[in-house]
């Protein structure tokens, strides 16, 4: 086996670990705290510093992990997120409330940091292996991407289960026990020099960015702001409100993320490709954000329809249906980001990236929380229709030419 492939393979697999327990922290805490008697917007409140955490942690760790390598930087990321684990299992039921929020927000923070510093470091590691082995990064990419998202998906059914059947603490010492384990691991395996470079020497030149990147760095900004203001808090308690059991609601939260992940891996195949691997790509997410847009309007228009079906059927159905254009639509951002990176500097050009995501994520989830207890689900909709309309206008201001792109290395 190449020496690419195989470090691209061992940094998939030591994201899928992280990546389940994220999603199974998540849906621990989210259903946790909402058990116990918090309203939507202070569920809301608990996951702001682990988004601002994120946008901090991949601006941070665009830089760091250019100046000492992916490996250290995905070690720091595990190292950190247990960390968090540890700290959010002392929680104890007996301090007020507010005590208990502030330690809780603290602990998400870490883990916000965590999950960052770990996503940066390994999105530029494709772009560094990718540079020495077949050179179809899309694929990679979209395959990276999708499995990841598929294991998230995976994270969230087993937060649930793990709610119902052992409880909390419990689960969080199993996933310490876990991240722990793939720590390890990565240290033995992955070679210590994996994406160093020279880093930037000043705050200027490090957020100075190609024209193609700081577009698309917006354009993620609504997008995963839409996907967020309903699927965070207002979904889970949505359903929950609804009827449907904490494993219910973990399992079709799990389900949806694992066939986003699976329609992620395969968008290569449902995307025009091109020899230079930008003037087909970047039209299609134009096609595929305008096919977005239109969703979470049906959705109101149903929901507000005398004739309507159970709600909790519509919301289900619809946003299900939504899960493809959005997964081909964030499997070719994903991909466009490491188009428009320059090579010496990938990793600070995804971390800005996803920096911009955390950004969104943070806007989406404030939201949630905000809308869901103003207008319950169809405020979070109608919220969701307007970040996306704003990303499809983004998208016709995208380049189509870079210069510099190796085509040879774009084209899948």
Known sequence: MAPAVRDYLIVTASYWGFTLVDGALRMLVLLHFFKLGYSPFTLAFLFLLYEFAGIVANLAGGWLATRFGIPRMLAAGQTLQVAGLVMLSALDPAWTAAASVAWVVAAQGIAGLAKDFTKTASKSAIKATAAEGAGQLFKWVAYFTGSKNAM????????????????????????????????????LLLPRQLGKAKSSRTMRELFSKSRGVNLLAAARVFMFGARDVWFVVGLPVFLYAAGWRFVEVGAFLAAWTVAYGGIQ????????????????EVPNSRLWAGLLVAIPVVLIVLLQSPDSWQPDVVVVVGLALFGLPFAVNSSLHSYLILAYAGSEKAAEDVGFYYAANATGRLIGILLSGALYQVGGMTACLAGSAVMLAACWAITFLLPVHVDGIDDSKQAA
């Open 152 to 187: 998230k998906g995976v994270g969230f059914f087993v937060g649930g289960l793990l709610l119902d059947v052992i409880g909390f603490k419990p689960a969080l010492w199993l996933m310490a026990a876990l991240i722990g384990v793939i720590l390890v691991a990565g240290l």
């Open 265 to 280: 891996a395969i968008a290569p195949a449902l995307v025009a490709r091109s020899s230079d691997g930008l003037s087909r």
